[in-house]
């Protein structure tokens, strides 16, 4: 009886210890959300350049215009004549290729992504019209350079300096994986790779922004 007690003992630790950790997690997410940055301000007087952001409630993704893509930015592989805008996301490698949809989601899948340092991927999904749902960001020409180098140095090149594409099932026919720089952890997410493109290109944003709601706030609050 005492070796289970102590045993019971070390688990109510155990237990409290993740929930103390889960709770300083979610204190930090909350503080670094809502602390802005402080951007340095972009020289130029106008913003004619618009970039988008778009979520499925977990996950963003950031939309850009075909127009305004480099050529290194259109890859053969998803272009195709009639689409309008572009959305990159970064995320973690066996989440993005396991889990097309949320009926899909395991609890294994879920644990890794938040536990593990893993490998990560990039994400384009091609889109055929603006959607009324994207939160929009406008930007001046100094800022979409700065902003689409991050996405672009964010790809995973080969040795002829070409994406290095990931075949993936489930997903739809706009859908496209390549490989990416950078581990995923519960400190870098996907939502903070959209947060640091977004300071990447001298936009008000949270210091450290793990959910999407933190970024959306601040986007919202520049409109």
Known sequence: ????????WYIKRLLLGL???FLLYILAAFV???WATKPTAKKCDHHPYEAFVTTNGIHLDIVIPLTYLPEQLIHPSYFHDSITHVAFGWGERDFY???PTWEDLTVGA???ALLVSSESLMHVRRYHKEQPSWARIALCESAMESLLSFVENSFRKDE???WAEVQSTGYSQHDFFYEAHGQYHAINTCNTWINNALKAAGVKTGR??????GILWHLEQTE
């Open 19 to 21: 929930l103390g950790v």
């Open 160 to 162: 002829n300096k070409s």
């Open 32 to 34: 670094g959300s809502v």
């Open 97 to 99: 290729l396991t889990t």
């Open 110 to 112: 879920a644990a890794q």
């Open 208 to 213: 450290w922004s793990p959910m999407p709601q």
């Open 1 to 8: 009886m005492k070796t289970l007690g102590q045993l019971w």
